[in-house]
């Protein structure tokens, strides 16, 4: 993907300085958050690549006679969204379009469909980019790719490094499918390992998973590079959009074809602390919970207070969004609104608030053009008896740790959890979420990196808080 998008955060002072802030002081920050998308000089598949796709297709749909059983007449695929949530994903949205096709044929020069800029000069694919924590969403899975139409495999590769940022001349982990027109559909740059189980020769039905997007080949972050041709080589291509500026093609191949500005409140989350946000090929740190015991104290944060995000895509400058945290009940504990000054084609705001301290779960919600985006959380009493129950339905082994270990647990309630190692100053490690199914669990956590000493392991539930102490030596 190498555009460079800035996205603007909102932080109130306590984000800084915990003993200068004010109850009712707010500080806005303009911070710049950058990231890369291809481009020109490192474009997602090179004419080099291009060359030895279209002759190792070639000699699959030879040898599987394809060539003899297309169909006659015009084109007539047409396509779903190549892209789903992955099972327990509960946000709203979670991808943008880095760049359509280009429609310019001239050198230096581009166009996508509807007349507009997001493309880049010789870009033959739509580039859709997960967002937010590409790299977290990539790292668990959490979007997939799935076939768009039916068909059968003629080229795939996996088992490919799959955190690349910039230009290099690595194999993506790919998959490309003719349809029964001979038109063709190539996915690129998905995660190492997560490719269709399915060989060149089998076919598969719309819909059908092929893999979970990634960053492998030639890719700058997470993204799916999709990209449609007409026939047999890397020079048919076509854009799949229909729009003004498309001179490939006159008509949409979408059965339901998305517009080209989508602007939706995409994510609402209650976090601990700041968000952490490093650069390409890193992992993102979130810091959500969904479970809060009172009194309550995040790292950076004064006493008793969370951060409230939102995430955006697209929203015009001169919207508003209004912000409520609810009651149990559903009347409003708390509400504000947010007015957006420039349009970014994604951006991310923090709001410090203080958190309910009556036991309960709220919810915090967001509402633009009457579309509501939520995320509920539970304020708990210490004592309460539901957090002690569960305190030895998890297990932690081997205790003393050195350089991992492992949770397991039989008999859990069903549910979303939240995974936090603290230090014993209370500092946040690392913070993971994960949905038991089954009522078992079990995974391990690595953490080499460590130095010796005291940890905690607090496992929120939606009703259930249980924490564990870990000795690293």
């Known amino acids: 993907m190498k555009l460079t998008f800035t996205l603007p955060l909102l932080f109130l002072l306590c984000s800084y300085s915990n003993s200068s802030f004010g109850q009712n002081f707010i500080k806005e920050e303009n911070i710049e958050y ?57 946000d709203k949205e979670y991808h943008f379009i880095g760049a359509y096709v280009d429609q310019n044929k001239t050198a230096s020069t581009f166009s996508d469909y509807n007349c507009e800029t997001n493309t880049y000069d010789g870009h033959q694919g739509t580039d ?17 790719v799935i076939a768009a139409a039916p068909g059968t495999i003629i080229q795939k590769a996996d088992g490919n490094f799959d955190r690349n940022c910039a230009k290099n001349s690595l194999t993506a982990n790919s998959i490309i499918i003719q349809h029964a027109d001979g038109s063709q559909a ?21 819909g059908e998973y092929l893999g979970v997007v990634g960053s492998s080949g030639s890719a700058s972050g997470p993204h799916l590079h999709f990209e449609i041709r ?36 995409m994510k609402v989350s209650v976090n601990t602390t700041d968000v952490v946000m490093p650069g390409c090929p890193t992992t993102e740190t979130p810091n959500e919970s969904n479970s809060y015991t ?7 944060l004064p006493a008793g207070y969370a951060k409230f995000y ?21 009347s409003v504990f708390n509400s504000w609104t947010y007015s957006v000054s420039t349009l970014n084609k ?20 967001s509402s633009y053009n009457s579309v509501i985006s939520s995320r509920k959380f539970d304020i708990v009493n210490p004592l309460g008896i539901p957090k002690l129950m ?16 492992n949770i397991a647990g039989e008999n859990i309630e069903n549910g979303n959890y939240n995974f936090t190692l603290t230090n014993i100053a209370g500092q946040i490690i690392k913070s993971e979420n994960s949905k038991i199914e089954n009522n078992t669990f079990q995974k391990s956590f690595s953490v080499s990196e460590l130095s010796n000493g005291v940890y905690f392991m607090t496992i929120d539930g939606e009703k259930t808080r249980t924490i564990k102490k870990l000795l690293k030596q």
Not at 59 to 88: C, E, F, M, Y
Not at 241 to 247: Q, W, Y
Not at 294 to 300: D, S, V, Y
Request: include cysteine.
């Open 34 to 90: 950058s990231f890369t998308k291809n481009d020109a000089k490192n474009p997602c598949i090179s004419m080099e690549e291009y060359s030895i796709l279209d002759k190792e297709c070639s000699v699959n749909r030879k040898r599987l006679g394809l060539d003899r059983n297309i169909q006659k007449g015009a084109l007539n695929t047409s396509l779903i969204w190549p892209l789903r949530s992955a099972a327990g994903f509960t």
């Open 128 to 144: 859709i980019a997960i967002w937010p924590y590409g790299f977290y969403k990539m790292d668990n899975s959490q979007v997939e």
């Open 186 to 206: 190539l996915y690129w740059h998905m995660k190492k390992n997560s490719v269709t189980s399915k060989i060149v020769g089998q076919t598969v039905v719309a």
């Open 230 to 265: 007409a026939g047999n080589t890397s020079d048919t291509y076509k854009d799949p959009f229909s729009g003004t500026c498309n001179l490939l093609n006159a008509n949409s191949w979408w059965t339901s074809q998305k517009p080209h500005s989508e602007p939706v409140v």
């Open 294 to 300: 009172i009194p309550f104290q995040g790292a950076g």
């Open 310 to 330: 939102i995430f955006l895509r697209e929203i015009p400058a001169g919207s508003t969004i209004d912000l409520k945290i609810l009651n149990p009940d559903g």
């Open 346 to 365: 994604i951006s991310y705001w923090g709001f410090s608030k203080k958190l309910p301290t009556n036991a309960g779960t709220y919810t915090f919600q």
């Open 390 to 405: 569960d305190a030895e339905l998890f297990q932690i082994f081997p205790n003393p740790i050195s350089n991992s270990f």
